[in-house]
C-alpha cells in the first residue's frame, strides 16, 4: 500500500524517492519557506539533524597575550571562583615556540554537526532552543560517562570535565552563567569577549568556515 502511494506521488511530482534522497546527500543549511525549516541542518537521506547555533566566537591568536583573563572571567561567572581546570575556553602557551605558535585560544566551535552531542547516551547535550540553540549540557541529564569529552575531536576536548561535581560541562556562550548579572547567550555579552584586554576574542551571528581553523581563527587586527 506504502509503495502504491509512493509511485502516485512520484507520478504528480515528477521527483521519486531515490533521487530527493540523493539531491539530500550533502550537508546543507535549510532555508525553507515561511522560516519552516530556517536555521535547521540536513544531513544525509533528508534527514533534520538539529538546528544551527545562532552564535560562535571567534579568535585572533597574533592578538592573544596569553593573560588568561578569559580563561578567569569564564570560570568566575560560571562556578563562582576563578579556577583554570574549570574554564571552557583554553589559553595554551608553548614557552618552545616562536610567535604567533607560542600562543594560541581553543574556544568551542558550537560545531553544525556536534559529535559532543551525537555521543551522549541520556541526550543531555541538546541545542538549547530558549537560548538561540546554542550546544548546552543539561546537568540533570548527565550521569559522567565523558562521552563528549572524549568524542570532541579538537584537542583539548571542548567539552570539559567538572572534577569538583563530576559532570560534563561546554561553552554555551553564557547563556546560563549564574555569577554573572549581565544577559549572556547570542542575543546577549560573552565573559570572555567582554574581559579580553586587547580584543582577540569576537562573537559572531554569522556561521563560521568548518573545515580546520580558518572559519574560527580569524585577523581581528583590522
Known amino acids: 500500500m506504502n509503495n502504491q502511494k509512493e509511485r502516485k506521488a512520484e507520478k ?3 521527483i521519486s524517492r531515490r533521487h530527493f534522497l540523493k539531491l539530500s546527500r550533502d550537508v546543507v543549511v535549510g532555508i525553507g519557506a515561511g522560516g519552516v525549516l530556517t536555521n535547521i541542518l540536513w544531513v544525509n537521506k533528508g534527514i533534520a539533524a538539529i538546528p544551527v547555533s545562532e552564535g ?3 579568535v585572533d591568536v ?3 597575550q596569553g593573560c588568561i583573563s578569559c580563561m578567569l572571567a569564564c570560570s568566575l561567572v560560571h562556578e563562582g571562583a576563578e579556577n583554570l581546570s574549570l574554564s571552557r575556553i ?3 602557551q608553548d614557552s618552545f615556540q616562536k610567535w604567533p605558535d607560542d600562543v594560541t585560544i581553543e574556544q ?3 560545531c553544525l554537526d556536534p559529535a559532543c552531542v551525537k555521543a551522549c547516551p541520556e541526550g543531555a547535550l541538546t541545542a538549547d532552543p530558549e537560548h538561540g540553540n546554542v550546544r548546552r549540557v543539561c546537568r540533570a541529564k548527565c550521569v559522567g560517562c565523558m562521552a563528549c569529552v572524549e568524542a570532541c575531536p579538537y584537542p583539548p576536548s571542548r567539552a570539559i570535565w567538572n572534577f ?4 560534563a560541562q561546554k561553552c554555551d556562550l553564557c547563556a546560563d552563567a549564574p555569577f554573572w548579572e549581565d544577559k549572556g547567550g547570542p542575543d546577549g555579552k560573552q565573559a570572555c569577549v567582554e574581559v579580553c584586554p586587547v580584543g582577540a576574542i569576537k562573537f559572531t551571528k554569522e556561521i563560521p568556515t568548518q573545515k580546520g581553523d580558518k572559519g574560527y581563527k580569524v585577523n581581528l587586527r583590522g
Open 12 to 14: 504528480n511530482t515528477g
Open 56 to 58: 560562535y566566537l571567534l
Open 62 to 64: 597574533k592578538k592573544c
Open 90 to 92: 583554553q589559553v595554551m
Open 108 to 110: 568551542c566551535r558550537q
Open 164 to 167: 569538583q561535581e563530576d559532570y
